[in-house]
């Protein structure tokens, strides 16, 4: 299917304070050693580790003390190391030049001008060395990835403070269906309100991508036409809704064939629920018709939409976070399909964790998503799980305690 | 720690496409049976069950059709239908007022003006209920709950067009060190750039907070002092790190003690890295110094910022996405010490999953949070994990492929 899919994200440059969650256009490598300089690793006396390779607790080598540099303290000033000097330091300051070595000060008896070193130290011993973090061209971003805390941290090491990334892919949204009137709308019988567009707008606002809202659509083949090829020139993804009826009614099939070149890649899967979703290839641009019933729609923006954004964006996908929980009810599932259940999962009294299945009469019905938690996936050759099964769910919101009680035999 | 802390966080009211994200402030109830009415579940006729009961394939029951309804049509011209009369309707159509029943297409007899009914149907047959979703008075969103696509999706449906919740946690960042200097300044040997009050900054906002960024802070007890005080009347919590040294010149609790009313309610402990975080109760108010060095710091939002933060919200903490690795080298734990590893975790070539344990020198070392994408907690009590040891990592950027072939016994 991603084939024929013809989109070039536009990348642009921003402040890397502002590019949390956007995904990295370039690669950046470290235009000189991170950290710049050798520091020391320990409070202690920078030496050169030449002078001091005799010393001993009972001959201990004195050194001049000749100065003392903290962490940020300024090099300009100071001169190298003569044979026989030594500096004071303090973990993270920078090493004089001329010294290769720190001796902690619990391994030297301190005299005021001088030292006397009781150990030898190797060259670098206690020494971070400069490029110890990154050495000048390593790779600290690469292109793909998407930018979290630490890579913005890491690009701030090296003086970056602008980065190439991709636009966020744009998704045009358009609801069709007589019945629905808009949020805020005087609500009558016969009348639902736009739900379907709200649930889109926000889970593509989640996924880091920016919703085109276009609203409800007249259920006629010439105004979804006109809005879908008005809503391809400002965006890289339609996604449209066909009304409550898979029957006479729902025209967004004919309107997206009587565009010239549409190619339909598919319409109907074997997905329960949201089995009518389909999908056309409009100008280069994938074009979704999903279900207006918010459950089946959540399913298809799960399947179909988030794959699609990732592959625009180059970006992998994060395993999903999930939790072994026993079955209470058997889970029925028509094989061929792969179904989609949602499930409230909770602690029980007894420290396990249970996966209740919740009852629904249709794939319309919100409020078993706002129930659940936790989505079970049955694949197509398995026909269900049975009561008590131990099994895997992708829990998407907290899990808290149960309110039954379960005696699972 | 957490029963001293006195913080109310402002409720605001907004616009549900601006609540995603946002915890909840407010329980919300559906304001009318949601859907408002009864609506046919399927395409057929609707009639009163009573006139169809005795329908059979031999003996259909013959009704006159008065009209057709689909989804979205208005009944304010509809008349409640008669003895003997039905309605064509089409999958989500309002019930016309005096049918309780939809017979399905396939079982009647179209003729035109009037239809043959080939079955009975009981009561509410093929329909689907007002109210099936939410009935009115029931919860739809709760206090406390953080706003997710299907939850705005549900305030929609009860034309709920803003909700209240609490504003964003604000977070002051402010740095110590004379080490350091601020991204894009002139970079010289003995200095770094602020990077971790990037990361800071950045993390925060993952956390759907507001950071307040406040820069370097000399390292001299009267500003850190001032710093501290004047950002306690703009935050609800003072993140502040401390320089590299833990030495003479770490200052801040000094700084922090000289405030009247301070509290301090630990400074130092068994969590490695990140071992020399403390915190104080200033005004009611949490201040969290934690290490400038960044894997330190990283591990000190984890395990203190983030629960603070979801403390003054109220939230729940989702499970974390983890995954079950071979470990591909010994890791050793200090027995006492709470202990945080990153790893790079992939998969073989032989399909296993494997964990390997980044080498680093310090905690200070940015280049092992880009290399590594999981995380090992190693518990207080257990003195390590062996090479081959299956254990749970938690994940944090994608998995890719091991760029190593790993032969573990």
């Known amino acids: 299917m991603l084939n024929s899919v013809k989109i070039d994200l536009d990348i642009i440059e921003v402040d890397i304070r502002d590019s949390l969650g956007m995904i990295c256009a370039e ?14 690793a320990v409070d202690g006396f920078a030496v050169r580790s030449f002078d001091v390779s005799s010393a001993s607790q009972h001959n201990p080598v004195y050194l001049t003390i000749v100065g003392s540099l903290e962490a940020g303290s300024d090099l300009s000033g ?3 190391l003569n044979d026989g000097e030594a500096y004071a330091v303090y973990t993270g300051a920078p090493m004089p030049p001329g010294a290769d070595a720190v001796v902690p000060f619990e391994y030297c008896i301190n005299e005021g001008s001088r030292v006397g070193v009781l150990r030898p130290v190797p060259p670098y011993g206690n020494v971070s060395r400069a490029g110890e973090d990154f050495r000048k061209g390593d790779v600290i971003v690469r292109r793909g990835v998407k930018l979290m805390p630490w890579h913005i941290a890491a690009l701030a090491s090296a003086n970056v403070s602008r980065v190439k990334v ?27 309100i736009n739900s379907t567009g709200l649930l889109i707008e926000s889970y593509v606002k989640l996924l880091n991508a920016e919703p085109i809202p276009l609203g409800i659509i007249p259920d006629d083949v ?10 391809l020139s400002m965006s890289d993804i339609v996604v449209i809704t066909g009304g409550t009826s898979i029957g006479d009614t729902d025209l967004v099939p004919e309107a997206l064939e009587s565009i010239s070149g549409a190619i ?10 949201g089995r009518t979703a389909g999908a056309y290839i409009i100008g280069g641009k994938p074009v979704l018709i999903i279900s207006g019933l918010p459950v089946a729609c959540l399913v298809s923006l799960e399947v179909f939409l988030k794959p699609l954004i990732h ?5 992998d996908e994060l395993p999903l976070a999930t939790v072994k929980a026993i079955l209470t009810r058997r889970l029925v599932n028509e094989v061929g399909f792969k179904s989609f259940y949602r499930v409230s999962v909770c602690y029980g009294d007894d420290g396990k964790i249970y996966a209740e299945p919740l009852r629904l009469t249709g794939s319309g019905i919100l409020s078993t998503l706002i129930r659940g938690n936790g989505i079970i996936v049955i694949p197509e050759e398995v026909e269900g799980f049975d009561v008590g099964e131990e099994i895997s769910v992708q829990i998407l919101n907290p899990i808290s305690k149960c309110n039954s009680v379960y005696h699972i035999p």
């Open 166 to 192: 991709y636009r966020r892919v744009r998704v045009a949204i358009m609801n069709t269906g007589n019945e629905l009137i808009n949020l805020g709308g005087g609500l009558r019988p016969g009348k639902i």
């Open 311 to 315: 592959f625009l964006t180059g970006e």
């Open 78 to 80: 100071v001169r190298p």
């Open 27 to 40: 690669e950046v490598r470290a235009p000189f050693d991170i950290p710049l300089f050798d520091r020391s």
């Open 222 to 231: 010439e105004s979804i036409r006109g809005a879908v090829v008005k809503s």
């Open 264 to 273: 339909r890649l598919f319409h109907g899967v074997a997905i329960r629920p």
